[in-house]
């Protein structure tokens, strides 16, 4: 079942990619400004090597102890009696929660941002964005995963449609597509769309203080934490308004990328304010 459970996870995110790289070859929103071979190749790399180290280091460990937490019968949801399809929705709504919270602390505690501005560092949005996640991110969010499972207590089902929905949600939301005003309004009534999250990568931190939604773009709006991105938007329009610019010269780099998260002068005192925001409530 598990091993099921693992390739129908292989094949959405496989799938995923494969279909938004074809839209948003038939369709960009933006220009492309810079080489999308560079970019697949650079954002394949990142993916390749977390692939590797999640195998050895968190997905087992994590699956057997959402295993443990299932057969233990811990959680909100067990005692909550759910099962079936009322589990899997919940689940997924629960956990999605979560994960807007984990989000958002990953923009204002310190030590969190140093790895999570490797994310933002990028100098433009595609699919491929969907795959720039430091390595250090992946590990420590790993830890507040299985916080999360013992305090809810998804079954193993419950979980892998739960990643492998961030999964799809992620590559969708970071495309390099758009939709017309209408159709937007109503997908983005529900779940994040590629304008909605652009807006959390825009340079302008009216905007990127904001829309830390995952799959239900429902906890911005509740949370006070959403901004209405424009379809005209200079953010929306153009590669220059993405991504961190103090990063900008260093953001295709492999060795300062893989690094910086370490160094003292990560953040920069004179950027803090630009890239590590904190006044918003
Ligand atoms: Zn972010």
């Known amino acids: 079942m598990n091993i099921d459970l693992d390739t129908g996870k292989l094949v959405v995110f496989l799938g995923g990619l494969l279909f938004f790289l ?3 070859t038939l369709a960009p929103k933006r220009p492309w400004r810079e080489s999308r071979f560079k970019r697949l190749l650079f954002h394949g790399g990142i993916a390749a090597l977390n692939t590797v180290l999640i195998r050895l280091v968190i997905y087992v460990p994590l699956l057997l102890w959402v295993v443990f937490v299932e057969q233990q019968g811990w959680g909100i949801s067990r005692w909550l009696g759910l099962t079936g399809w009322v589990e899997l929705a919940a689940s997924l709504v629960v956990l999605d929660l979560f994960d807007y919270f984990w989000h958002r602390a990953n923009h204002r505690v310190t030590f969190l941002w140093r790895f999570h501005k490797a994310h933002h560092a990028d100098t433009a949005m595609d699919v491929t964005t969907a795959l720039r996640f430091h390595p250090g991110e992946l590990m420590i ?8 499972i013992a305090i ?3 079954t193993a089902i419950a979980w892998f449609l739960f990643e492998a929905m961030v999964s799809l949600c992620a590559q969708f939301h970071h495309s390099n597509i758009d939709f017309p005003d209408h159709i937007e309004g109503g ?11 652009a807006s959390h990568h825009a340079v302008d931190r009216h905007y990127g203080d ?15 934490s959403y901004q209405r991105p424009e379809s005209g938007d200079a953010i ?11 990063a900008r010269d260093r953001a295709f780099s492999p ?17 803090k304010k630009q890239t590590q925001p904190s006044e918003m409530s």
Request: charged share 15%.
């Open 236 to 246: 929306t329009n153009t590669e220059y308004g993405l991504g961190l610019p103090e």
């Open 152 to 154: 809810w207590g998804p």
């Open 187 to 197: 997908i983005s009534a529900l779940i994040v769309t590629p304008r909605f999250h």
């Open 210 to 224: 904001a829309n830390f939604s995952t799959i239900f773009s429902l906890w911005d709006r509740l949370l006070r």
């Open 255 to 271: 060795g300062a990328w893989l690094v910086e998260p370490f160094q003292s002068n990560n953040l920069n005192v004179n950027n």
């Open 22 to 24: 074809g839209v948003e």
């Open 141 to 148: 969010s790993a830890l507040a995963k299985a916080l999360w």
